[in-house]
């Protein structure tokens, strides 16, 4: 995903979240609903020793990771178990670290099986910090 993409995914995320479209809803008090921010996939997947078989639909924790010195935008892609299994490409992570960074919270969901030598599809998620 380029960067114009991720930058009209997100407004037209905040747009649809904003007149309360978004296909997943919040759960009762677990605070707003997630904005679908567009489509990324999992890079550096061959770095990291576990690997699970991941179905469509799974969900998938995202983390920053500014420690990281070549890209301090990073947003490491975590397992159920905390595992970490890769990171999402520059493109994807730049302005998401971003709003990670001012509170948010984002999260992955699996995408379609990849053919041999693709790298995973994911859909990102991101949810906006509660304000007291």
Known sequence: MNRRAFV???GGAMAAGAAGTMGLAA???KGPSPLRLGPSYVTN??????????????????RRRPDRRFDPESVEVVSESGAAIGFLPPASSAML???MD???SAFALVGDHPRQGQPLAVDVYFILPAHA
């Open 8 to 10: 009209m995914a997100t």
């Open 27 to 29: 759960e009762k008090n």
């Open 45 to 62: 997947r061959e770095q990291f020793a576990e690997i699970p078989d991941l179905a469509p639909g799974h969900r998938l924790s995202l």
């Open 97 to 99: 670290a971003t709003m």
């Open 102 to 104: 001012e509170g948010g």
